[in-house]
């Protein structure tokens, strides 16, 4: 009996000990720390020099918001502050955003927004009013850096050649041809103002109108206004009070004053009229053609009523591949052409380094023109323009949207263009530029910059420009003149250097 007490002793005493031990383990550890998730994230324009994470209380945090080249900070969300340096002590969870925004300012009532540090200031704008006799070189604080003065009104656009000279389109009295745009009368004027050189076509057959090109190799192409004599429309079936006038290209080299090289749309119609006549066919397959009776008896506009059935209003030159774009306004369409033809190979369906003479390479931007329901990408278009990629061409051009009321600077992705390339769907759109603000119904333009922003021409109102994001950079207020376009000079091209700017 006394040997089980002493053994019951041992193991109180065991027990006790044990609780102590374990008791003053307890007191020995660290008490535990809370911890909370600080998440801290930055808008488009900066960034921010911590991500945060997972933080003891009471520790400190520093969080600096950097802006980007053009951006300026503007405050956090998730604390109360606009310092763009914060020193936290970190008491609970926090989800913090720096903000940033463009740099802009107001430079003036004509340019009264600018993001100087983001615009493109190599070069000078060519700003071409519209229909009026002049036209100047800007820069982005809205000056005139140079002006020119013209005797005639424009009819409509004017190029920088590389000596400094402006070749321009000019209006001369022409009682044949009523339509907005025509010209008639091509000049070279010299850094001076004197008129080096002119060539005119101003008849009852045909007239310049809406635009030229100063290709690489120093000849112009031209568009031209072609009339249709009465005989061969009415031997097609297409019946009207008036004559039909279509569009033709021609180059002309100034040096010689000869016309080296010409395309005329009439030589690639289609009907589905006359079944005896060689242009008889079917457009919806023979897409490389022109449905001379797409616009028979419509009403999209007034000109057509009056034989202006097509009416192109812009071209492009593509030295590279050789081939001219043509804004084609009443079609809602882009038509290719190959320029490697000769004139008389232009006239057929074969040549050319396609092999499809003067019929059209591509086309897009109106699929009913091939009998398609699919509705159409362009309502009037303007000031086709190309874009040379690192693995593709493209195409900028100014939509005027017309029944949308909302204009829209549109670049697409060409296909590779040649004799099998497919006809009948829009190119992939990679960039488009609309704003609530900018519409106009009649005229409008769109080209790259070389910093990769796009200026766009507001008919009535002036320009703009706008970063790949379509982030606005600039704009020019006219002041209530109207524009033609605006195209872009650099500083370094031969063209400015020649002016002594």
Known sequence: MRLLCKRFKVVILLLAGTLVLLSCQKDMEP?????????????????????????????TLTIEAIP???????????????????????????????????????????????????????????AIENGLKTCYLIDHKGQKVKTWEFELSLGQDVELASDGSLYGLFKVPNEYFGYGGQSGLIRRINPE????????????????????????????????????PADEVEAIGYLSENDLVVEKVIEINPDSNEIVWEWNSWDHIVQNVSEGHPTYGDPKTQKNKIDIFYNYESEYHEFIGQGDVMHANGLTYQQELDIVALSVNFYNEVWFIDHSTTTTEAKSNQGGQYNRGGDLL???????????????????????SFVSTSSSLNLLI????????????????????????????????????????????????????????????????????????????????????????????????????????
């Open 31 to 59: 008490s535990e720390v809370a911890q909370y998730s600080i998440f801290i994230s930055s808008s488009e324009g900066g960034r921010v020099s911590s991500e945060g994470g997972l933080l003891e209380e009471g520790s």
């Open 68 to 126: 980007d080249r053009g951006y300026v900070f503007t405050g956090w969300e998730g604390y109360s502050s606009t310092e763009s340096i914060l020193e936290l002590t970190v008491s609970q969870a926090l989800n913090l955003k720096a903000n940033f925004a463009l740099n802009s300012i107001e430079w003036s009532e004509t340019v009264p927004y600018l993001v100087e540090e983001l615009v493109d200031d190599s070069g000078y704008i060519l």
């Open 193 to 228: 103002g004197e008129v080096t050189w002119e060539y005119e076509i101003s008849s009852q057959d045909e007239i310049t109108h809406h635009d030229l090109e100063v290709m690489p190799n120093g000849n112009l192409l031209v568009l031209v206004w072609y009339r249709v």
């Open 362 to 384: 591509y086309r897009f931007g109106n699929p009913a023109v091939l009998g398609d329901e699919a509705p159409k990408t362009f309502d009037f278009n303007h000031h086709p």
């Open 398 to 501: 100014f939509n005027n949207n017309n029944q949308e009321g909302r204009s829209k600077a549109m670049e697409f992705k060409l296909p590779e263009l040649g004799e099998s390339t497919s006809i009948g769907s829009t190119p992939p759109l990679v960039f488009e530029y609309g704003n609530e603000d900018m519409f106009f119904p009649r005229v409008g333009g769109a080209v790259r910059l070389p910093n990769g922003n796009t200026l766009i021409c507001e008919g009535d109102y002036g320009f703009w420009e706008v970063n790949s994001q379509g982030q606005l950079l600039w704009k020019y207020n006219g002041q209530g003149t109207s524009f033609w376009r605006g195209l872009f000079y650099s500083k370094q091209s031969e063209a400015i250097k020649s002016l002594g700017l």
